[in-house]
């Protein structure tokens, strides 16, 4: 009797259509509160599942072609790995930003994936080539946020904070029920088939389709010949960094709903907003306590004296950050992402200059091949993913969906946040960032675990969509960039710099008065909440966990750039944005620093 309900389970997973005739990883059943990748709240059973058992070993002539099979796989995916990065080099180095960086990673999987199919390969190479979520979310994707938040702009983030949580929150709940809710009204009129019976699946394509990936805006944005304003690279960054936090907690909520079976209604949402706040600061205050912990056994301890070892800890710690959270059905994102922050803020001054530099440099690294791999592979799915459902009529009206929807979140949202804003945002700018909202790997994964009836169709159509804006939408940031002003002229001011020149520009170009300009930040006063947070920091926090007291850091700070204002110009070493922390991390330099932090021993 026990095994009975699993032979039903196997019966029907057996009768799906998503099995018949592959040889995939198995899908999790409907009612999975989730997904294979973690989401779910129940264990799965594997033995229920059309696979080949774990006892039935292979003859040594099936194992030798598998070996061979994986040999040949690996050695494309090198190769095309490869060529991503030398055509991302030319585009740099050609200024050709009519295609992005991501856009031509996802072409050359395009290609290559219509050639793979074209000579029919077998299903084992196909499933060698086809995008898996469990590996992209906890293989792929944590790289890409940590080094998101380790390398980030904090001044200019926490400035714009208040901000940039009405884009990333607010914004989002409000793109995915008008998404959601005008998918579910094409439904009901029966222009799309899916689930008319209640809004839940239709508000889980609206969360996912959310989740806003803007890879390709921000390689154009940030590149130094353009000199985008960078209040816009700020907003359109921090908005796409938590926003796909916040899309993520949204479809697991809606799962959830869908699992139980209840009724969606005011009280439903008002229960949906509430499992969303607890998530958030639970996953924020996870990612912060990770990131203080690894900053304290940094500080208090001699491993800097072995610089592999600390990066090999700063490492685990931040990934266990990640895990931790998925661990406790918490956001992994929202956690690894803010435990980056602390990290920068606090454990920096903790590294030896070996691992400072190199630090940066690897996990920059990482993030880029990984970036490259998920756009390479999200390419080649369009042939090698085996879809049968494709419906252009969804995929139009889903794109004129997401417009709408993002319209819904900027303009509103801009207006609001220029109401209590002393830097207003123009509509110009507001108009590029609404373009911006591409979509990318993180709504293509969440899309192959929506409802099986109707998965095909949902994740077609967010492929679709993903090429689309990709494609279309990213390479023609950079025209209109140009058309509504955002690109600042020699000379210009920034929109947050009505000075002219940033710290770090003051200092490559030379100028006398770069240090007087550091005096009178360091010599600021700061009042409210961010006065009492810079006192709680300097006497208590910075002492434990790292860092120095603002006076003790600038007094360092003011010794490296007066011996490099007398240096060559070739030789200066410069100062990042955040001139408030004078973080040493972020600087600059050709050849080896022989900076340390203050109160840390020399090391040879």
Request: proline residues 5%; glycine residues 8%.
């Amino acid at each position: 009797p026990r095994r009975a309900p699993e032979a039903q389970a196997s019966a029907e997973l057996a009768a799906a259509p998503q099995f018949r005739g592959r040889n995939t990883r198995p899908q999790p059943p409907a009612s999975c509160e989730g997904g294979p990748w973690g989401l779910c709240g129940r264990r799965m059973d594997f033995d229920a599942m059309p696979m080949r058992r774990l006892d039935q070993e292979n003859t040594p002539e099936e194992a030798e072609k598998q070996h061979e099979i994986g040999a040949v796989n690996t050695m494309l995916l090198v190769f095309l790995l490869g060529l991503c990065i030398f055509l991302a080099y030319m585009i740099k180095k050609h200024r050709f930003y009519y295609v992005p960086e991501s856009a031509g990673a996802m072409l050359v999987g395009c290609v290559v994936g219509g050639l793979i199919k074209a000579f029919n390969p077998g299903d084992e190479e196909l499933d060698f080539l086809s995008f898996d979520p469990e590996i992209f979310y906890f293989l792929l994707l944590p790289p890409i946020i940590f080094e998101a938040g380790f390398t980030l702009r904090k001044k200019r983030f926490f400035s714009n904070l208040a901000t940039i949580l009405m884009f990333a929150v607010g914004g989002t709940v409000v793109s995915t029920f008008v998404v959601g809710f005008l998918t579910f009204a094409c439904g009901k009129s029966g222009i799309i088939e899916i689930a008319t019976e209640d809004p839940l699946e239709a508000l889980l394509f609206g969360a996912l389709i959310s989740a806003v990936d803007p890879v390709a805006t921000l390689s154009i944005m940030g590149s130094a010949e353009l000199n985008c304003d960078p209040l816009l690279y700020s907003l359109v960054f921090g908005e796409s960094v938590l926003n796909d936090a916040v899309a993520i907690v949204l479809f697991r909520i809606f799962s959830k709903f869908q699992a139980s079976g209840q009724a969606f209604n005011e009280a439903s949402l008002a229960l949906v907003m509430s499992e969303f706040l607890g998530v958030s600061i639970g996953s924020v205050f996870c990612g912060v306590l990770i990131g203080l912990i690894c900053s304290y056994v940094c500080k208090h301890t001699l491993i800097s004296a072995h610089p592999h070892y600390e990066i090999a800890i700063l490492f685990l710690f931040a990934y266990g950050s990640y895990a931790l959270a998925e661990l406790v059905a918490l956001s992994g994102i929202m956690s690894l992402f803010f435990s980056g922050i602390t990290l920068s803020h606090y454990n920096s001054y903790n590294l030896s200059t070996t691992s400072r530099i190199t630090s940066e440099v690897t996990f920059k690294a990482l993030a880029t091949v990984s970036e490259f791999f998920v756009y390479l592979y999200m390419g080649m799915g369009i042939f090698t993913g085996r879809y049968r459902s494709w419906n252009f009529t969804f995929v139009f009206l889903a794109i004129i969906f997401c417009l709408l929807g993002r319209l819904f979140n900027i303009f509103p949202f801009s207006f609001a946040a220029n109401l209590f804003r002393r830097q207003r945002i123009p509509l110009r700018m507001q108009i590029v960032i609404w373009f911006a909202g591409l979509r990318g790997a993180i709504a293509f994964a969440l899309s192959q675990n929506m409802p099986a009836d109707h998965r095909d169709l949902y994740t077609t159509t967010t492929l679709s969509i993903v090429l689309f804006t990709t494609v279309v939408c990213g390479g023609l940031t950079e025209p209109l960039l140009g058309k509504m002003g955002m690109k600042l002229q020699q000379g210009q001011a920034p929109s947050d710099d009505p000075d002219g020149q940033t710290p770090y520009e003051s200092l490559v170009s030379g100028r006398e008065n770069a240090l007087v300009r550091r005096v009178s930040l360091a010599d600021k006063v700061y009042t409210g909440f961010h006065g009492m947070w810079r006192q709680l920091d300097d006497l208590y926090m910075k002492p434990l966990f790292g860092g120095s007291t603002k006076r003790r850091s600038f007094r360092n700070v003011q010794e490296a750039e007066m011996h490099d204002l007398v240096s060559s110009d070739d030789d200066a070493t410069t100062v990042g944005d955040d001139a408030d922390d004078f973080e040493r991390k972020d600087y600059d330099h050709d050849g080896p620093s022989t900076y340390q932090p203050p109160g840390r021993p020399a090391l040879v």
